[in-house]
């Protein structure tokens, strides 16, 4: 059975970085995507970012290309997203998520995952 903890989260101004951890257990990487998710206030949950364990590929949403960056650890016990040139519009609830038997490539879609951390609150002050 999957379980997912996410922590890191705190608040940073504007232009800051942080990195965000998900300890996650009792997946076979093989046929399971994991990906990070953020709602920010009064709007709906949106993904930021997949990776596939087994080779390491990853996705990413066009608002966070180029600043984030989703990781895994050798072990792949521990998924990582480091958040760079943070602005505002990053301000959220983030979530990592898991999908297991999943036999395509990995994706940013909500509606693709079934496994979920409780979440971790990141707030980026101007």
């Known amino acids: 059975q999957v379980q997912l903890v996410e922590s890191g989260g705190g608040s940073v101004q504007v232009g800051g970085s942080l990195r965000l951890s998900c300890a996650a257990s009792?997946?076979?990487?093989?046929?399971?995507?994991l990906a990070w998710f953020r709602q920010p206030p009064g709007k709906e949950r949106e993904g930021v970012a997949s990776?596939?364990?087994?080779?390491?590929?990853?996705t990413y949403a066009s608002s966070v290309k180029g600043r984030f960056t989703v990781s895994q650890d050798s072990g792949k016990n521990t998924l990582y997203l480091e958040m760079n040139s943070l602005k505002p519009e990053d301000t959220a609830m983030y979530y990592c998520?898991?999908?297991?038997?999943?036999?395509?490539?990995?994706?940013?879609?909500?509606?693709?995952?079934?496994?979920w951390g409780r979440g971790t609150q990141v707030t980026v002050s101007s």
């Open positions: 998520a898991a999908r297991q038997s999943w036999y395509r490539a990995c994706t940013t879609n909500v509606d693709d995952y079934n496994n």
């Open positions: 009792g997946y076979n990487y093989g046929t399971t995507c």
């Open positions: 990776i596939w364990p087994a080779a390491g590929e990853t």
